[in-house]
């Protein structure tokens, strides 16, 4: 990960329209707190790839996921 990337929160800005990013989120349920998770950004929302469903859970921050290895 390149040492200039940051963990963004959601109130600065949010992602581009289907980029995929690392989350981090805030559950409603002592089961789902602080957890991270591989989400989409659809340009209204995140769509989880890592949980099943993203319902009940408030992305406060994330990160653009790194490159994929050149091997």
């Given amino acids: ?3 200039q990337q940051r ?3 959601v109130k600065e800005r949010l992602p581009e329209k289907h980029q995929d990013v690392l ?6 349920q002592d089961e789902e ?3 991270f998770y591989v989400a989409r950004h659809s340009g209204n929302e ?3 790839w890592s949980i099943p469903g993203i319902g009940g859970l408030a ?3 994330w990160i ?3 490159e994929p290895p050149n091997e």
């Avoid at 989350?23 to 409603?28: D, K, T």
Wanted: hydrophobic share 35%.
């Fill in 46 to 48: 995140f769509l989880g």
């Fill in 7 to 9: 963990w963004i929160s």
């Fill in 33 to 35: 707190k602080n957890r």
């Fill in 23 to 28: 989350c981090y989120g805030e559950g409603f």
């Fill in 64 to 66: 653009p996921l790194p």
């Fill in 1 to 3: 990960m390149d040492r």
């Fill in 59 to 61: 992305i406060t921050y």
